[in-house]
T-cell receptor
Framework: GAVVSQHPSRVICKSGTSVKIECRSL??????MFWYRQFPKQSLMLMAT?????????EQGVEKDKFLINHASLTLSTLTVTSAHPEDSSFYIC????????????FGQGTRLTVV | RKEVEQDPGPFNVPEGATVAFNCTYS??????FFWYRQDCRKEPKLLMS???SGNEDGRFTAQLNRASQYISLLIRDSKLSDSATYLC??????????FGPGTRLSVLP
């Protein structure tokens, strides 16, 4: 199946700093990528939908100025957590779908963010 | 009401047991259905798609009832390696995937 690479897999940062997470589709083009967040023992919750070449669409309750999404190419989307706080500590996962149909989603490996 | 609901779990079963997971979804326009498996602290991975006619992959059988907006997953002859959280996922064409809360399965020796 298609491969989605997410980096870094783990990051620890200090409160107030910013962290960038990259999501790459390695062998296909993804006009749309999705960013999810998963807190312990909870399901994946969609944060935003990232569209290549346009602004991301954020879900209700997700601050667009705090979670900056850039989808500059058909194979790369980035999520930047700005001014991170301990409550932002979570598991962040990106996914991409091969353009054009309701086929399965391919997931990155996830990034475990710990803000201290 | 949540868009996708699943059995709360956890399910603790002995090796060799048969276990069934249930899932309901609220959006009747949903078009694609999947079961994903997620191991602890890992990303979800596709287990199988779910088709209206029902489909089987080895020990796994998935069923879809569109009229009842219900999806099921049956695992026969459970293995220790089946221990994971099983996520029911629905998709409306072209939109994001909506995940159920997951049902955790522990297969015990």
């Amino acid at each position: 199946g298609a491969v989605v690479s997410q980096h870094p897999s783990r990051v620890i940062c200090k409160s107030g700093t910013s962290v960038k997470i990259e999501c790459r589709s390695l062998d296909f083009q993804a006009t749309t990528m999705f960013w999810y967040r998963q807190f312990p023992k909870q399901s994946l919750m969609l944060m935003a939908t990232s569209n290549e070449g346009s602004k991301a669409t954020y879900e209700q309750g997700v601050e667009k100025d705090k979670f900056l999404i850039n989808h500059a190419s058909l194979t790369l989307s980035t999520l930047t957590v700005t001014s991170a706080h301990p409550e932002d500590s979570s598991f962040y996962i990106c996914s991409a779908r091969v353009s054009g149909s309701g086929t399965e989603a391919f997931f990155g490996q996830g990034t475990r963010l710990t803000v201290v | 009401r949540k868009e996708v609901e699943q059995d709360p779990g956890p399910f603790n079963v002995p090796e060799g047991a048969t276990v069934a997971f249930n899932c309901t979804y609220s959006n009747s326009a949903s078009q694609s259905f999947f079961w994903y498996r997620q191991d602890c602290r890992k990303e979800p991975k596709l287990l199988m798609s779910v088709y209206s006619s029902g489909n089987e992959d080895g020990r796994f059988t998935a069923q879809l009832n569109r009229a009842s907006q219900y999806i099921s997953l049956l695992i026969r002859d459970s293995k220790l390696s089946d221990s994971a959280t099983y996520l029911c996922v629905v998709n409306y064409y072209g939109q994001n995937f909506v995940f159920g809360p997951g049902t955790r399965l522990s297969v015990l020796p």
